[in-house]
């Protein structure tokens, strides 16, 4: 597959001993470094495609790329081979630019603009979910060529952002009308989709999800609709560092042999947090404190750190202000110092930078005395919080440093089209950002980043072209 990735973005070659903590030390330790920062771990991405291959080797990913739009994350899942969910234009040009065939591309939004989805044809993306007739009215007029999948809703009981609400028709008492009217405009449907919602905290909704499917399949094929072959069972699966998809994963492997067992149905997935949150790690400096006393409810006075940190909801904990119960549940935001600290952790809370008083990342959290220059870690910070950031007030989106384990790197080379001249070894860690670094031309002709010679650790780095 070729790929035109023609970004400066880097890779860090990692041998040896390493981890997203010790990259994050190195490149703070020397006190340049002022602006927040992701470490972005390739080689997670991979250990996630083989989990996931591994415990559902019938359901195609198509990776959401609305969750993390970053061109090295897609860039690599494509290089794997997965195929992906684009919502808008915008998603389609980023994903066919990289050289994905349309194919590989499922328009999976039920509410698409009228532009969006003639440039969908033109670029070859054929398949596409609806759940409205006003949706088909304009397929009808813009792509009657489409194929067609009915979107139906089935909520799990809690989800991080329930999706229900905004999508999907009902499968009983809206989907035999839509199917009709479908066929009666001569639009060819081919599959069901649904979403769970995302962040989904039951599992038993796959199943019932996957019921509805099949008897939505059987509904289709009455009125008309003979070539029913795709079942699109969304997303929600979980991303944090050590959740685990074996028990969904058995679910959904029962469910489809419980109720599509032909395996002429074509089976994907629409995960987005399941690839993208736990390769991402934010380091957030603390810039300022405020030490604090109020009155508890029961009218004691209590002390308490105020802390600011250079970025805030308004940056990448914007999650904060979306996710339903993020940062008050175990999968939350949670901050962990990156140097070691004896002291007791004391009741504090963790700001943004902004002026704006709602920017709160932690309202009410224990954390040992930090002082400003100290550093925190955030894991699990690559889905939804990327893509949505913004520089509000004037602080920056905090940049990606993406580094790949070697061995890993030794397998995905030959799938990236890169060459050996992309490659230099030196220490680029320590510092500001490479990118605000001088670069040079390599040999040939690619700008390089000027980087010293330190072995320490040893250190390949790569420009994806
Ligand atoms: C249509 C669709 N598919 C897939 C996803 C990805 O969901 P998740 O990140 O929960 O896997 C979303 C998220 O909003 C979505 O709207």
Not at 287 to 300: I, L, Y
Not at 313 to 335: K, P, R
Not at 420 to 439: E, L, W, Y
């Amino acid at each position: 597959m070729k790929m035109n990735v023609s970004e400066k973005q880097r890779i860090r070659v990692m041998e040896g001993d390493w981890s997203p903590l010790s990259v994050g030390r190195h490149i703070v330790d020397g006190g340049l470094q002022e602006d927040p920062f992701y470490v972005m771990d390739v080689g997670e991405v991979v250990a996630r495609y083989h989990t996931w291959r591994e415990l559902m080797p019938r359901v195609e990913p198509f990776y959401a790329v609305k969750c993390n739009d970053d061109k090295l994350l897609v860039a690599t899942l494509a290089a794997l081979g997965t195929g992906f969910d684009c919502a808008s234009k915008a998603e389609i040009e980023l994903v066919t630019s990289i050289g994905v065939h349309p194919e590989r591309i499922i328009f999976a939004n039920p509410a698409k603009m009228a532009s969006h989805i003639k440039y969908s044809a033109r670029a070859g993306v054929d398949t596409m979910t609806f759940d409205s007739e006003a949706e088909l009215m304009k397929i009808k007029q813009h792509m009657p060529h489409a194929q067609l999948v009915l979107r139906i809703r089935c909520d799990a009981a809690k989800a991080r952002c329930p999706l229900g609400i905004k999508f999907g028709c009902d499968p009983v008492t809206e989907a035999p009308g839509l199917l009709k009217l479908a066929a009666v405009l001569g639009l060819q449907v081919i599959g069901v989709s649904f979403h769970v919602g995302s962040g989904t905290q039951e599992t038993g909704v796959y199943l019932r999800a996957i019921q509805h499917s099949r008897a939505v399949f059987s509904l289709a094929a009455d009125v008309g609709h003979a070539n029913m072959r795709l079942l699109d069972i969304g997303g929600g699966f979980p991303g944090a560092l050590h959740s685990d998809i074996r028990e969904v994963s058995q679910v959904i492997n029962g469910a489809l042999e419980t109720y599509f067992s032909d395996r002429s149905v074509r089976v994907i997935a629409e995960p987005g947090r399941y690839f993208a949150a736990a390769a991402y790690t934010l380091f957030a400096m603390v810039h300022s404190s405020r030490r604090v006393t109020q009155k508890d409810q029961e009218g004691v006075e209590q002390s308490h750190t105020m802390y600011f940190i250079n970025v805030g909801v308004y940056g990448s904990f914007n999650c904060v202000l979306y996710d339903q119960f993020t940062c008050y549940t175990n999968e939350g935001v949670v901050a962990e110092t990156i140097k070691p600290k004896c002291e007791k952790p004391q009741p504090c809370s963790v700001w943004g930078p902004s002026c704006d008083s709602k920017d709160c990342v932690l309202p009410n959290t224990f954390l040992p005395p930090l002082s400003t220059g100290d550093w925190l870690m955030f894991r699990d910070m690559g889905a939804y919080s990327l893509c949505i950031t913004s520089a509000f007030n004037g602080f920056p989106v905090p940049k990606v440093r993406a580094v790949i384990d070697s061995s890993v790197w030794s397998v995905l080379k030959d799938l990236w089209p890169l060459s050996d001249s992309h490659f230099c070894r030196g220490d680029p860690m320590t510092g500001p950002q490479s990118a605000d670094q001088p670069i040079l031309p390599s040999p040939t002709g690619t700008p390089m980043p000027c980087l010293s010679h330190s072995t320490e650790p040893v250190l390949v780095e790569c420009a994806l072209k």
